[in-house]
């Protein structure tokens, strides 16, 4: 399995009273304890961080310091990629953006998939039903 992650895979991971929290644990240590290349954008980095550490989204929340831990524990794996911006990403970005039709809060899924197909990963991990607006890339609910 080579595909990237979404938010959500990494927020089921860390929140114990998240309906898919076992799952979304055992696929990440699969993942992380593979050897298949496997990734997850930047933007899922902090979209993570900001999730779970949000007072009006859980009570209580994840502090600051576990989250950074979670993330750390994760990039000791050596086969994960982070995903940035190349100079190829003006190229994908506008790909990705127009096919998908993409605009408002859809421009940030169309960033994920942008950043993903930019980097060879076709395939990604979520339960995001709005990324399926991008042709370009399978998404993939691990969950099903």
């Keep these: 399995m080579s595909a990237a992650v979404d938010t959500n895979i990494l927020v089921y991971a860390r929140r114990e ?3 898919h929290h076992r799952e979304a644990l055992s696929l990440l240590r ?3 304890e593979g050897p ?3 990734a997850i954008p930047w933007p899922c980095v902090y979209e993570f961080l900001r999730i779970v550490t949000h007072p009006r989204i859980f009570h209580p929340p994840t502090t600051l310091g576990r989250a950074l831990e979670d ?6 794996s ?3 990629r982070l995903l940035g911006p190349t100079e190829r990403h003006v190229e994908f970005r506008d790909r990705v953006l ?3 039709r993409a605009s408002g809060n859809l421009v940030h899924d169309g960033h994920i998939v942008a950043l993903a197909l930019e980097h060879g990963f076709d395939e990604i ?4 039903e709005d990324l ?10 691990p969950f099903r």
């Design 78 to 80: 050596p086969t994960l």
């Design 132 to 141: 399926r607006r991008f042709p370009s890339v399978r998404v993939r609910n």
């Design 30 to 32: 699969g993942l992380a």
């Design 36 to 38: 298949v290349p496997w």
């Design 98 to 100: 127009l096919e998908g």
């Design 17 to 19: 009273e998240s309906a």
């Design 125 to 128: 991990l979520s339960t995001d």
């Design 71 to 76: 993330l750390r524990d994760l990039g000791r």
